[in-house]
């Protein structure tokens, strides 16, 4: 969708290596609306805040009740340090030494968002808080977390920024390194620019291009309630870093609607995953460089308003020759595991989707895994990782489970499956 510049455009500035710099301005065009922030790399800093005026397309408006949903309820018995109505995000990168970096958030019960870390040559988890005083996180915040190079060069620390609302519904980017302080986290210049609904949970999309050092960072939400998207999008390439930009999609889509993408192993092509109006699971194609939305696939899956909901990746082309693969997965060759609450929350669906077998229930997969008297609180998944985390509540408060996601290209019974590895600890957190 082409964005009109205003009489107040600014020019794209040139790539200040050392000092970061930004300036934002506001244009407001029907039903687009562009927040623009030139800053400097991907590693900003922070930002004015201003009224943003907004004029609202109201086409598919159609306010239908939202299904009612289980909410967790704390309980004397609850002795762990995760807050009830936690979110969860993950991240997993290899460095260039070659070390395996995850990285899990997750809330305090005191609002402050914590990271745990686990790296390759180190063993277990390490948990450390990202936020401090300067932010009053909303209990319960929405999160989602992505990772990449400053200038999309190698040689710098990878960047981790985590997306996040305070109390009065600001969004904020939590970035580290900050001002290239490795261990320190600070607020991103896209802090303060977005406003989100009460309900509304994020999806994110970090894509590096290091042939010709182009990147692009959507983050996806609900501005307004029902029927509304936003996406804002950051790029820079060799030389320029560009304004973010943002824009509003009138879908049927669910106030407080679930969101997760996933790519289908094809550079810039990714598949959104929501709630539509009546709150069943609907899958877009959402294609980053053109920045466009397409092919909806309405399924028959209940998905209520911040069901815990995340998409796990498997290439399964091994299992081909080039005779017996399917002409699309030529170029979507990826199958998407999803995962997902019941509406109760007292059991999780495991449902595939590939494009030439579309969507196909294997819950059946990870019932091994389920027990009976746990509450499904939350699930996340890292971008090509074999890794899934399920919070659960048995009880005693919630617990974040590891789960391994089994490799594709195997006929079943020849890989390793669906398996529990562990509980990713949240000591350092008392
Ligand atoms: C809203 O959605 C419901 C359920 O599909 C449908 O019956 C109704 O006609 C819709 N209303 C409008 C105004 O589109
Ligand atoms: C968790 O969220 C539910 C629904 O918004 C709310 O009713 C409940 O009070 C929250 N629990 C805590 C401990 O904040
Ligand atoms: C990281 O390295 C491991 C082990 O070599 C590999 O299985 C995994 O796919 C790598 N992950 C990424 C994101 O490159
Ligand atoms: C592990 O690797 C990181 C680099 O990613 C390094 O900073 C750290 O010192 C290493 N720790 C150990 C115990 O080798
Ligand atoms: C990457 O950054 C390093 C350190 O700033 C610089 O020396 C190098 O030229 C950069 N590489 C490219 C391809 O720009
Ligand atoms: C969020 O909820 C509060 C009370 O629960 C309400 O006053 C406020 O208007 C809501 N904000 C939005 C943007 O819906
Ligand atoms: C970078 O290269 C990719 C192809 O690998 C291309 O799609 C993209 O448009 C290029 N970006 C820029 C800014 O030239
Ligand atoms: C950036 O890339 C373009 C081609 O994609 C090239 O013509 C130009 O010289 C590059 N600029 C720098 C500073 O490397
Ligand atoms: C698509 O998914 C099905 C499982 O639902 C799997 O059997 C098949 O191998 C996958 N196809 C491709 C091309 O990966
Ligand atoms: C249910 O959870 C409790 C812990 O709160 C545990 O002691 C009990 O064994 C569990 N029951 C079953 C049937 O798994
Ligand atoms: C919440 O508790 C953690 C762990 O004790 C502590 O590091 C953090 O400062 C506390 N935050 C607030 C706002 O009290
Ligand atoms: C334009 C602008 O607001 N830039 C700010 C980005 O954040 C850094 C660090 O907080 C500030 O120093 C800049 O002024």
Not at 57 to 64: D, K, Q
Request: aromatic share 10%; with cysteine.
């Amino acid at each position: 969708m082409p964005q009109s510049p205003g009489e107040d455009y600014q020019q794209p500035r040139k790539i200040y290596f050392g000092l970061q710099r930004r300036t934002w301005i506001i244009l407001a065009i029907i039903s687009i609306v562009i927040l623009a922030a030139a800053i400097g790399g991907a590693v900003g800093a922070t930002t004015r805040k201003s009224e943003m005026k907004t004029s609202t397309s109201s086409t598919s408006a159609n306010r239908t009740a939202n299904p009612p949903t289980a909410t967790p309820t704390s309980n004397l018995m609850d002795k762990s340090p995760v807050h009830i109505n936690s979110s969860l995000a993950a991240l997993h990168w290899n460095d260039t030494s070659s070390i395996g970096h995850r990285r899990v958030y997750f809330q305090h019960k005191n609002g402050t968002i914590f990271e745990s870390a686990w790296n390759s040559n180190t063993s277990g988890w390490t948990a450390s808080p990202i936020t401090d005083s300067s932010i009053d996180a909303a209990i319960g915040t929405p999160l989602t977390a992505e990772n990449g190079y400053p200038h999309v060069n190698r040689s710098w620390d990878m960047v981790q920024s985590v997306f996040l609302t305070s109390s009065t519904g600001e969004i904020y980017e939590r970035q580290t390194p900050y001002k290239e302080q490795v261990g320190l986290w600070g607020n991103d210049n896209f802090s303060g620019l977005f406003s989100i609904s009460n309900a509304s949970s994020f999806t994110a999309y970090w894509n590096q291009d290091f042939k010709n050092a182009s990147q692009i960072l959507v983050v996806l939400f609900q501005e307004i309630g029902a029927n509304s998207l936003t996406i804002g999008k950051y790029t820079s390439d060799n030389e320029t870093s560009y304004p973010w930009v943002s824009r509003r999609e009138s879908i049927s889509i669910l106030d407080g609607s679930p969101m997760a993408m996933a790519s289908v192993g094809e550079e810039y092509s990714l598949m959104l995953y929501m709630a539509d109006s009546e709150g069943v699971m609907i899958q877009y194609q959402y294609q980053l460089d053109t920045d466009t939305l397409s092919r909806s696939r309405r399924t028959t899956y209940p998905l209520p308003r911040r069901t815990p909901f995340c998409v796990a990746t498997q290439d399964n082309t091994p299992l081909f020759t080039q005779d017996t693969l399917p002409e699309c997965a030529k170029t979507e060759p990826w199958t998407h595991l999803l995962l997902f609450g019941t509406p109760d929350r007292g059991d999780l669906r495991h449902v595939s989707w590939n494009c030439s077998s579309g969507f196909n229930d294997r819950t059946a997969m990870i019932k091994p895994l389920l027990k009976r008297n746990r509450t499904y609180l939350n699930l996340a998944a890292a971008h090509q990782d074999n890794r899934v985390y399920v919070v659960y509540d048995e009880g005693e408060g919630p617990v974040i489970e590891e789960w391994n996601v089994p490799q594709g290209g195997y006929n079943a019974g020849d890989a390793q499956g669906w398996s529990v590895l562990g509980t990713v600890a949240v000591n350092g957190t008392e």
